[in-house]
């Protein structure tokens, strides 16, 4: 049975030597204390940085998706509306409501109509409607 070193001595069995010159930490009682770095602040500030990143991408992502469901809802909306012809891409036409409350697309101007104005679109080249102002 081999002797047991003392606690203090750093002895590597497997290789047969001393290896305390050649661990990456201190082992003598004598050595400097080893203290963590304080990283509250770097953590605080880089946690402030991720979260500012987080919620503008979000309010992009918000507002793109408004903007997106304002195109789907304006496409509902003349998609849905009575036409007895077939829109041309590039063409503007205009968005009425009739007596019925019921809306209607019609190539005739807003100042030549007596109906409810709602709007005038565009059909895009992806065939959706966009409003126009």
Do not use: C
């Not at 402030?48 to 998706?65: G, I, P, Q, V």
């Amino acid at each position: 049975m081999a002797k047991k070193k003392p606690d203090m001595v750093v002895y590597d069995e497997e290789k047969a030597q001393y290896n305390a010159a050649f661990l990456p930490y201190a082992t003598s009682f004598s050595a400097p204390q080893i203290q963590m770095p304080d990283t509250g602040s770097w953590k605080n500030t880089q946690i402030y940085k991720a979260n500012k990143h987080l919620r503008d991408k979000y309010l992009t992502l918000k507002a793109e998706y408004e903007a997106l469901m304002t195109v789907f809802e304006y496409n509902q909306l003349v998609t849905n509306a009575k036409f007895n012809f077939e829109p041309l891409v590039g063409e503007t036409y205009h968005l009425y409501s009739n007596d019925n409350n019921e809306p209607f697309l019609s190539i005739i101007e807003p100042e030549s109509s007596n109906f409810e104005f709602l709007g005038s679109f565009k059909l895009t080249s992806d065939y959706l409607w966009d409003k126009i102002e």
